[in-house]
């Protein structure tokens, strides 16, 4: 095999291989579902009791991992797809738990 000038192999029937030139970007759908989960804790925080707070907390953080899924299925990439999906419920979990510490903490505050 030989190297052409624009960047591929040239294989032994003369075609040519390119290597896929611009790769979508994944981090946009991370980081959706990080805002999404800022979105449902402050919804929780505005329409929920504060005794079924933390239990309409779980159940949004078990809405984020469907829609990291939805949102990584809908990328089209199969590469790193666990690790993006692994990365979007990490955060999920440390954002709607920093809410969570929120609202302890007004709980405990008087006024």
Do not use: H, K, N, Y
């Not at 989960?37 to 078990?62: H, K, N, S």
């Amino acid at each position: 095999m030989r190297r052409c000038a624009i960047e591929g192999v040239v294989r032994e029937d003369e075609s040519v291989a390119v290597p896929e030139l611009a790769p979508r970007r994944t981090v946009g759908g991370v980081i959706a579902v990080w805002v999404l989960a800022a979105l449902i804790g402050i919804a929780v925080g505005a329409f929920a009791t504060p005794d079924w707070r933390a239990a309409w907390l779980g159940v949004g953080l078990g809405g984020c991992l469907i829609a990291a899924f939805a949102i990584q299925l809908w990328s089209g990439r199969s590469q790193g797809f666990t690790e993006r999906v692994a990365a979007s419920m990490l955060g999920a979990a440390v954002v709607l738990g920093l809410i969570s510490l929120g609202f302890g903490l007004a709980a405990i505050v008087p006024g």
